[in-house]
């Protein structure tokens, strides 16, 4: 399966219709009018609709930053499977694209989406550099630079990035970080961000050990810890009512599987308790026995092809195989169309059967690869792996 959902993305150029890409039409853009609720319109009427509208509204066709990540690592995995060089001369091209899109004028590496976007308060041009998509990029540069140490040069260039465009700060609690380098310690503190900020930490000190990266991935990771609710799960946001999500399904595995990178990269069971009952909170609330991923803690739909990616990498890296293999079972049985091509969402009554080239095939070929790394012995937290 790994190497026919690549193959759909490769015979595209790995370029496509995207979660939030709704800003891109060009029926949007040649309105003479910028108005935050128009975009808004545009965005969201898009993204919510339950049939794929892009084509119409003439929404652009374009590469994802994070999801030439995921693909650059799913190559990578490939290429160690099977063998085949195309996959590893795949995964260097689309490395090589990382770094020649990276977003320039910053303090270090750092890339984001292709595309503008807009919330209730802020209208972000195309390339605004996040962490997320940082963070994915580093890991999937960090993973090529067996092959040029190159590589490696550039994504530890990130770190002027996580310190100061994106606030690191220290707290009572721990450290914290922005969600973008926009915002200036302005808006809400999203939650997995800052894990998966802490995960790009222990990414580059794992590959040159450095105390004081880890001294500051911990600060962040334990204020992250501070913040698990009783239930075991992680709201979305610091404060929980600055966002409309709760304790949503695949930003929960975000937070588990950097809990579980420290534990891969250090040997420390520091935070052993958090992860136990972050796991028990994923497993039994966000899914179902079945496979199938539930959207948050109180709605089991829609159910979400990322959050079905997402549970697979998760739990292949806390070592539950057997599960990771139930939820691929489960979304082969329910959002997969054939020939390497899988579906966006399971909603009550309706598929929505239209295919993101990020939301669905960089995250499931991902997801495919973890599990296979994991049954063939090597765990995708394992410290030798990114």
């Keep these: 399966m790994l190497a026919e ?38 965005q969201e009427g898009i993204k919510r609709a339950p049939i794929n509208l892009r084509r119409l509204l003439l929404v652009e066709k374009r590469r994802n930053y994070k999801g030439t990540a995921l693909f650059t690592l799913a190559n990578l995995a490939a290429f160690d499977r099977l063998g085949e060089d195309r996959y590893h001369q795949e995964a260097l091209a689309l490395a090589d694209w ?54 490696a040069e550039v994504a530890e260039t990130a770190l002027p990035f996580v ?48 105390p004081r990266l880890r001294e500051r991935a ?33 930003h929960n595995g975000f937070i588990v599987e950097s809990l579980l990178r420290h534990r891969a990269v250090t040997g420390s069971d520091r935070y052993a308790d958090a992860v136990e009952r972050g796991l028990s909170f994923y497993r039994n609330t966000l899914f179902e026995d079945t496979g199938a991923p539930n959207w948050d803690e109180g709605s089991q739909f829609p159910r979400d092809i990322h959050a079905a990616a997402q549970g697979i990498v998760t739990f292949s890296e806390a070592g539950d195989t057997e599960f990771a293999r139930r939820i691929l079972e489960w979304t082969c049985d329910n959002l997969y169309a054939g020939d390497g091509r899988f579906y966006y969402q399971k909603r009550r009554f309706y598929t929505k059967r239209f295919t993101l080239m990020r939301w669905c095939q960089a995250w499931m070929a991902f997801a495919v690869a973890r599990l296979v790394r994991a049954e063939t012995g090597r765990t995708a937290g394992s410290a030798a792996d990114t």
């Design 163 to 210: 310190f100061e465009d994106l606030n690191y700060r220290e707290t009572a609690t721990g450290a914290r970080i922005d969600y973008h380098a926009s915002a200036n310690g302005e808006d809400p503190i999203v939650l997995n961000a800052n894990a998966l900020a802490a995960r790009l930490l222990l990414d580059v000190h794992h590959h040159d050990p450095r």
């Design 98 to 151: 990382l770094i020649a899109n990276r977003t320039r004028g910053y303090a270090g590496f750092c890339g984001g989406h292709q595309h503008a976007t807009q919330d209730l308060h802020t209208r972000r041009p195309a390339k605004t550099p996040g962490i997320v998509s940082t963070g994915y990029a580093v890991r999937a540069l960090l993973a090529a630079a067996r092959f040029d140490p190159m590589y």
């Design 5 to 42: 959902t690549l193959a759909y993305a490769r015979d595209r150029e790995y370029t496509g219709w995207d979660y939030f890409d709704g800003m891109s039409s060009r029926i949007r853009q040649r309105l003479p009018v910028e108005n935050k609720w128009l975009n808004l319109a545009f």
């Design 218 to 250: 911990e600060r962040v990771l334990d204020y992250v810890v501070t913040e698990q609710t009783d239930a075991g799960g992680w709201m979305y946001t610091d404060p929980p009512d600055a966002s409309h999500l709760s304790m949503d399904n695949h």
